[in-house]
């Protein structure tokens, strides 16, 4: 099976003649294969199509912000109502202040909110939160986790010096043990834990937030002063109408948030507890549009749908389908392949695949028969998906297992990818 | 004269259960007199409305932005057309393409674009660039310029940590002599000189660059293989069709671009040449963002009308009318009044007026007037004005300056800006 992707290879050609490396950042398909199409044209509810005409079931949701549907009406008529009105003024509108109260009242830990753009804005003033707090310098975070893009906690050292990541320590995900002696070791300089609600870093098996962990590292704060941080920026939202780790009864006293939270609008936050308000107040942050309010009334009508709609039971209901029916699938065909981390953000991986080179061909089947699904990286369910787009992607699944099944033991190593083998397994 | 603004004054208190400080950033009202308001309703061309019903000539244009109008009405139906097919997507669009082309084609020392957000996130990602490019530390950067609200950046501490800012040597803008001693500090490490294309500072005069100044940081860069980043994130597309350095014909390595850049939809980016386009590759930033195509449809729209109008020469006459008919009115009435910087982006300080009592009372009786000045950072004029607004704004100043006469003797001291004789000045 062959798609149209003439348009994309032409757009490929122009891109690498003034866009660094032809692309840039989580939306480069470099590290896809390479039948994935770089440009889109346009999006509908659970679908996108690319610039070749080829129409996708969306698994990817732009990387979370999707999450009720593509050019939700509702959202968007917002949107645009508010454009009309003002959107970046020389001051904030009302809307920003109603933002604010409706995230406290919806967020059991929150009693304030400051707006941003970025993810990375989000955490980068969480940190400065918690050292002014504190004044203290070190934070933990666990290895391997991806709390953004600035200098700070980039993962490729790439354009980076080693000052920018002074005053961190790192402990493993899950791990009590780890998390107390980094503690330990940060001594009496400890201004911060970061975590992540679940563990969901990209290449490997996602993880439920352990209990005991969670509870570690609030107590650990608890006893230093230090502020713990959780950065729902990926997750919110999409696991619960509160903050995730609410449903582990264990409070944060920030968190960051942004992707969804406007479905796809620009914009991010962090929300906090009262006893970080003054540090908060301290620290210089802004940015050229983050007073918006067009962004701000599409969050306030995708908080609406939150609260009216059974959107996360329909999320929830829908992923099981999706995990049950590919765990079935993937046995019968005899596949050791595996779904996880929560239903709504899951991820598959193949057993006995180190350099990828099944979960690209089954990924590159599903893209063939117009799922779009990713082989490294964890997905998003929305919810304009439907029962019967679950079942379309089963049934993409079931051939692409069987043609998998075929080309298997004629696969070859998929050499972008041999950094995993050489490194990170 | 007194404005309605209990509308304003509630909002304010609701502001201060949920929000840090009450508001933050740029838009805070915190340094400005006390009867600014801080809540805006509604916007059209060159005025905007507060959330009381008053209406303002705004001469700070959402702190740059707005070049074209409020609400322009050809780029926000480009906004809303690219809304309808596909904003926030699982990857860009052709319009990214479109668009970094149309910048090489506009600036000339561009030869590729990286597009993001906030204006910080450009200057942050030029100094990665320039970092992995040179595989050095060092830059050297202007006491007292805005670059951006990063830790590497800010200018206020609270919240860093003295690793944020290791690695930089201030100089004096436009002092030749403290450019080569700072070079000279730097040795063999240095990585990048960043300048703004003119000197912007809050609180103090506005100056052009020095051609000499220019010229000698270009030829520093030149000998030390370092990059020269030209900060246009506040002056991009106001004072040229080209990067404003290319008026005095100096060209960068690298400039950093935002603001007005979508006439206020959320966009800015990095242009740089084509020797540091494989370290641009090299370096990893993205944001959940930064590949909106909406906001790309209203660049372009911008482009073309930055291309096909005359706004840059009307934006020149208009701001010489009012530069020329301030400092009539100011001197008629015996003030020692300057406007300071290009005209199109002016700054007004009272001789003598070290707390800012005569800048603060005339700017409130402007605002009384109906007119949006601000008493001590650089305005921004938009091709939305007319001469008639320009005649009312005088004729507003007009009265003003007669306020401020009678008044001046008995003016109280401004204690919110009393850290300004304190320490700056």
């Excluded at 346009?42 to 698994?59: K, M, P, S």
């Excluded at 765990?327 to 005899?334: D, H, K, L, M, V």
Aim: with cysteine; charged share 20%.
């Amino acid at each position: 099976m062959s798609r149209p992707n003439s348009r994309d290879r032409a757009l490929r050609e122009r891109a690498a003649a003034v866009i660094p490396g032809g692309m840039y950042g989580h939306q480069s398909v470099g590290l896809l294969p390479d039948d994935y199409p770089q440009f889109f044209a346009r999006a509908e509810g659970a679908h996108l199509w690319d610039v070749d005409g080829n129409r996708y079931l969306d698994f990817m949701c732009a990387y979370g912000p999707n999450l009720f549907g593509y050019a939700n009406p509702e959202i968007d008529a917002a949107y645009v109502r508010q454009l009309g009105l003002g959107d970046t003024l020389t001051g904030p509108t009302e809307l920003m202040v109603r933002l604010a109260e409706e995230m406290v009242a919806l967020v059991t830990h929150a009693d304030w909110a400051i707006f941003c753009k970025n993810g990375t804005d989000a955490t980068s003033m969480a940190l400065s939160t918690a050292r002014q707090h504190t004044r203290r310098k070190t934070i933990i975070r666990a290895k391997g986790a991806y709390h953004g893009a600035a200098t700070w906690c980039v993962n490729r050292p790439a354009g980076t010096v080693p000052s920018d990541q002074a005053h961190q320590i790192f402990c493993d995900y899950n791990d009590v043990a780890s998390l107390e002696a980094a503690a330990a070791l940060a001594g009496d300089d400890l201004a911060a834990i970061f975590a992540a609600p679940f563990k969901h870093d990209a290449f490997i098996d996602q993880a439920d937030p352990d209990l005991a962990y969670a509870r570690k590292a609030r107590e650990i704060c608890d006893r230093t002063g230090a502020l713990l941080i959780v950065d729902e920026v990926r997750a919110g939202l999409r696991l619960s109408r509160d903050l995730s780790w609410s449903r582990i009864g264990v409070q944060p006293d920030l968190s960051t948030w942004g992707k969804c939270l406007a479905n796809g609008h620009p914009i991010s936050m962090m929300l906090g507890a009262d006893k970080a308000k003054k540090a908060a107040s301290q620290i210089y942050v802004t940015g050229s549009f983050w007073f918006q309010a067009a962004p701000m009334a599409a969050a306030l009508e995708t908080l609406r749908l939150v609260r009216d709609t059974d959107y996360l039971e329909r999320l929830q209901t829908l992923g099981d389908r999706l995990a049950d029916g590919l765990r079935e699938r993937a046995s019968a065909a005899g596949f050791g392949f595996r779904v996880s981390g929560p239903v709504q953000m899951p991820l598959f991986l193949f057993e006995d695949d180190p350099d990828l080179r099944k979960g690209f061909c089954w990924s590159s089947e599903m893209l063939n028969r117009g799922v779009y699904v990713h082989p490294w990286h964890n997905m998003f369910m929305c919810a304009a998906m439907t029962e019967g787009d679950i079942d379309a992607a089963l049934n993409a699944a079931e051939a692409a297992f069987a043609v998998l099944k075929q080309q298997g033991p004629s696969l070859e190593p998929v050499a972008k990818m041999s950094f995993l083998t050489a490194s990170h397994r």
